[in-house]
């Protein structure tokens, strides 16, 4: 397995985004601003703090934000989809999808892991840690980003409920 990619998508990306929300906004804008280059920067500085020559380049990552709403739910909440470069293997990513509401205070972190063959599994990383696994994603972007809609969404709704 790729153990600098597998760090970036499952330890750094979150660790940034959960950690202080200054650390967050750095994140947010630079993912929303420099993009494709942010990432591969990131990425870069990953491989060679361990001697490796990064095997990504700016144009294998693309970022796309938009602002979403599920009908009738909680107000609109930002998403960033980034699309990956092809995963060597298992628990790593196609597509990354970042959900955070206006506030910032309540990100998530859903990933799109390769598993077993050519399938792909729908999964979300907590601030803890903690690792969820939704079961087979959806094959199409489309229907991944709704189905990553409607999860963040009950989380908004379950984190307003405790409030």
């Not at 970036?8 to 929300?21: N, R, S, T, V």
Request: negative net charge.
């Amino acid at each position: 397995m790729n153990e600098e990619r597998f760090y970036m998508e499952q330890e750094y990306i979150p660790a940034m985004l959960f950690g202080d929300k200054e650390k967050r906004k750095a994140l947010l804008s630079g993912l929303q601003n420099k993009a494709n280059g942010f990432l591969a920067y990131l990425y870069n500085a990953i491989y060679k703090q361990n001697g490796w020559q990064c095997p990504y380049r700016d144009d294998q990552f693309n970022v796309k934000f938009c602002l979403a709403a599920v009908e009738g739910c909680a107000p609109a909440f930002g998403v960033l989809t980034i699309d990956m470069p092809e995963p060597e293997g298992m628990m790593l990513a196609s597509r990354v999808f970042i959900c955070a509401d206006a506030s910032m205070d309540n990100p998530c972190y859903f990933l799109v892991e390769k598993s077993v063959g050519s399938s792909c599994a729908l999964c979300r990383k907590d601030g803890d840690g903690t690792h969820f696994n939704y079961g087979p994603a959806p094959e199409s972007e489309e229907e991944q980003f709704q189905k990553v809609c409607d999860i963040y969404d009950d989380y908004l709704k379950r984190r307003a409920k405790k409030n």
